[in-house]
């Protein structure tokens, strides 16, 4: 036996605890940052907030972490000139806050009393206080389809059986307000054991029973909850109308009750000559059908709205220069409580002042963190608006493309970098609030050897179709065509996909009697 030394030689990156919460920070979107901020005020007492106009220069360690802390905000505001040959960014500072804590903090604390009985501050940008009384409201749990009609069937007077077969129906409509169950099907499980109390065993229920309390329930709010069929869903909205309001009223019942496939394909040459029905009147009742409502159910349990809170505000000011600045309402000034500071002490090993030690470095790491997050989002911010100012000018149809490598190398970073600041992250901008990823758009070649951006081949797909005669509405075919002549080269395929994400049907489905 042989033996051998070998020597290997290998690199491994490993990542500091500082880097990682530097990269954690960075990913975050602003309601994650306020809590990971509000976590850090929580569990780490030399953290305070700090008000605009206040910062404490005792104490050498919090002058030397809020020191640089205030160099590194010095880009948290840029200004863009929009002159034609180059874009000049300058430093600023950092708006200051409307934000005081009002009253004045009282030096002392009369006995056997609480902080809140002798002070009530205003919140800050990141605490919950002052929304508490909101909180009910923005927490409680949205009124579902069901319970709107169960509400609605313990109003009415019914019997227990009427009441019971109600509940059955009710649990088989799903949140369109379609019927999702039979009515025989329904009236069979009433024959089973199980369904009815005792007292109810030896009734039984038929068809016809659950057909008379399915009616009644289809005129429950909303009107048409219960429907079987689209045509029944209209059918039953239409005869709620009164024919000397509505003078179409009668073709358009007729229409939907024989005609509705036709109706739904858009073909007008054969509902002209099954209705006999002159064009005017057909295009009447085609205009009221379409008042009506397919899915009653779904407005009830509607989606709550989701606010979203911009990290990058962009304006322009008198002087046509543009300017980009952080939000100063996203997330508050922080800095280090200088009285704990001062309490540490070299050289001592005791526990409360490796606490302290221990508390202060997290801090600083933290200042530091939060202070390369900042100037990283401005700096891509400050890149990308000098990159789309003819969109801020224009509007889409004069985007530009852009991926994230264009980014990266002005910023002098790596894309994944690039793709966490952007992720999350919102703009806003005079044309309205964009995620920072809408303005990166892949590119389409131009006949002139150009390139053209896919959001802005988009816009003019947007804009053809809400230019074109709804009687001969374009086709992906005759878009694609009218973007060559512009010098826009795109395969039809290419037209659809593009259409089918701006949510528009196609050319058959956008078919009108009469132009709009």
């Known amino acids: 036996m042989k033996l051998s030394l070998q020597v290997k030689l290998g690199q491994q990156l490993s990542m500091t605890p500082q880097l990682q919460q530097a990269i954690k920070l960075l990913q975050l979107s602003t309601l ?214 509505y003078p179409a009223l009668t073709a358009a019942k007729r229409i939907v009750a024989e005609y509705i496939e036709l109706l739904g394909t858009r073909d007008y040459s054969q509902l002209l000559r099954k209705t006999r029905l002159k064009e005017a009147e057909l295009a009447a009742a085609i205009k009221l059908i379409e008042t009506l409502n397919p899915q009653p159910g779904a407005d009830i349990a509607a989606d709550a709205a989701h606010y979203v809170i911009p990290d990058v505000l962009v304006s322009k000011d008198s002087s046509g220069a543009w300017r980009v600045e952080l939000n100063p309402e996203v997330a508050p000034r922080l800095r280090i409580n200088a009285d704990y500071a001062a309490l540490v002490k070299r050289g001592d090993s005791s526990s409360d002042n490796t606490y302290l030690k221990d508390n202060l470095q997290e801090a600083r790491w933290f200042l530091k963190s939060l202070a390369s997050r900042n100037e990283t989002l401005m700096k891509v911010a400050t890149r990308i608006v000098e990159h789309q100012i003819e969109f801020l000018e224009h509007g889409e149809e004069a985007m530009k493309p852009l991926v994230l490598h264009d980014i990266a190398e002005l910023v002098e970073m790596h894309e994944s970098t690039i793709s966490r600041v952007t992720t999350q992250k919102f703009m806003h901008t005079p044309r309205g609030i964009f995620e920072l990823k809408y303005f990166f758009s892949s590119h389409v070649s131009t006949s002139g050897g150009g390139e053209c951006s896919s959001t802005a081949i988009r816009a003019i797909i947007r804009k053809l179709v809400a230019a074109e005669n709804s009687r001969k509405p374009l086709s992906d075919s005759k878009i694609a065509l009218l973007l060559q002549d512009q010098g826009i080269n795109v395969a039809r395929r290419t037209i659809a996909k593009y259409r089918e994400s701006l949510h528009i049907p196609p050319s058959n489905e956008r078919k009108r009697l009469s132009s709009d």
């Open 32 to 245: 994650d940052l306020q809590q990971e901020i509000s976590q850090a005020l929580e569990s780490n007492p030399m953290l305070e907030m700090a008000e605009a106009d206040e910062f404490d220069e005792s104490g050498a360690d919090a002058e030397a972490t809020l020191s640089s802390a205030q160099d590194n905000q010095a880009a948290e505001t840029g200004e863009i000139q929009t002159s034609p040959t180059q874009l000049d960014s300058e430093s600023g500072t950092e708006g200051d806050q409307d934000n005081e804590w009002g009253e004045n903090i009282p030096t002392e604390l009369s006995t056997d009393s609480q902080w809140e009985d002798s002070y009530q501050g205003s919140s800050s940008s990141n605490s919950y206080e002052g929304d508490l009384g909101d909180f009910e409201s923005r927490n409680t749990a949205s009124e579902t389809l069901q319970d709107h009609l169960l509400w609605q069937l313990n109003l009415s007077h019914l019997s227990e059986t009427d009441r019971r077969i109600g509940e059955a129906i009710i649990d088989s409509i799903d949140v369109s307000g379609r019927l999702t169950t039979s009515v025989e099907e329904l009236a069979a499980d009433f024959s089973h054991e199980g369904v009815l109390d005792a007292e109810f065993e030896a009734e039984t229920v038929d068809a016809d029973e659950v057909l008379a309390m399915l009616h009644r329930i289809q005129h429950f709010d909303p009107i048409g909850v219960g429907y079987r069929s689209l045509s029944e869903c209209l059918l039953i909205q239409l005869n709620l109308l009164k024919e000397e309001d």
